[in-house]
């Protein structure tokens, strides 16, 4: 059998540190892979007016599996100032790279589990009965539609009039009647059912294959009555496919409040772009945060497994990395979750979870320090230690 072949887009900042980390742990656990570059982030958009360059995206046609690291957005006046003074005023627009892949490859479905390991200092605690300190156990995986809502770029500024006119037809508009047009932003949040029902399919199908006991649609009914209604009329109608598991419906505030009462009694979350975004960055709190944190962009043919922290470019610049690999790395064990390599993906997170449980070598987050170069000389280890340690566990 032929060897398979991994798109890396290691992007900007840490996801040039990282990404080489979780390839030397695939290696080491005898994943036999060709990994080939691809060119994304803000470089290329600075250079060539494209984070997102076609020869990318021609690599990840021919190969369908890839592993990015992290990528840098900037608002649009400052990515408007960082573009080459040649390619200004040419009608170059920046988007995010990593929202154009999953658009453009229809990447629609999102997992981001948020398991915490035992023994992790980052781990949520609360006080229990007679001051005593509990650790909830968190076991939770985050379904987000991942290429609609108010991810879906279709938003205006000063809207052009046959939009202003056709927003005007809506009588909710009248509440802007004194607001000159040039003075509005407009962004716009889109449901498609076949969407809307394939997300929540996935998720329910996850409960039904890892035996959680409920799934939980995070939105905002009552408010965004349109879309968050539809996808709740779609919860309660999928939900009849699955009698044994229970379909509970939060809102996003409340849920927000609640996963910090008793995260514990949550297993499958599903909810649309925003809200998932939101939703999975608290649960990834309570489990160690960023640096724990991993995910998968998964279509009909192509997947992308990416950590969900950003590119903290500051780091890039320390002499020796500090950052906590173990995000990047659990994204690497998604992917071979992905392509039927279970038994290595196994092997990794134990060697994962052993090193946390024994806690002789921790990254500058699970110390609790303040993310310095100085903190190698009060005892964290640095990026490539923390890699050594978890091979060295295999």
Known sequence: MSKRTI??????????????????????????????????GWDFWCKEGNPLPE???????EHKISLFGAITSKPKAEAAAELDPALRDKGFVYFSPIVGLRQHFNLDICLR?????????????????????EEPNVDVAVYRQNTEGLYGGVEWTNPPDNVYEALNTHPKMK???????????????????????????AAFEHAKKFGYKSV???????????????????AIEMQKNYP????????????????????????VMVSGNMFGDIVSDGFAGLVGGLGF???ANIGAEVAIFEPTHGSAPKYEKFERSIVNPIAMILSACMMLDHIGEKEMATKIRNAIAKVIKDGKVMAYDMMKLRGCQEVLDQGAASTSEMTDEIIKNL
């Not at 900007?12 to 005898?30: C, F, H």
């Not at 020869?55 to 046609?61: A, H, M, Q």
């Not at 398991?115 to 001051?131: E, M, Q, S, T, Y």
């Open 175 to 201: 509440n802007f009647a004194n607001t000159p047009k040039e003075e509005l932003s407009i962004s716009t949040r889109i449901f498609t059912k076949k969407a809307t029902e394939r997300i929540l399919r």
């Open 55 to 61: 020869r990318t995206l021609e690599l990840l046609e």
């Open 216 to 234: 939980t649609l995070c939105e905002k009914p009552n408010v965004i009555r349109e879309t968050s209604g539809m996808m709740l009329t779609a």
């Open 7 to 40: 798109v890396t887009m290691p992007g900007d900042g840490i996801g040039k540190t990282v990404l080489p980390e979780a390839i030397r742990v695939l290696k080491a656990v005898g994943f036999d892979a060709d990994y080939v570059h691809a060119d994304i």
């Open 293 to 295: 944190a991993c995910s």
């Open 244 to 267: 044994d598991i229970e379909l509970w419906n939060t809102n996003i505030d409340a849920q927000m409040m609640w996963m910090t009462k008793n995260p514990e009694t949550y297993g």
């Open 113 to 133: 589990p948020c398991k915490a390991f035992n023994g992790n200092p980052l781990n949520f605690i609360r006080k229990g009965k007679g001051n005593t300190i």
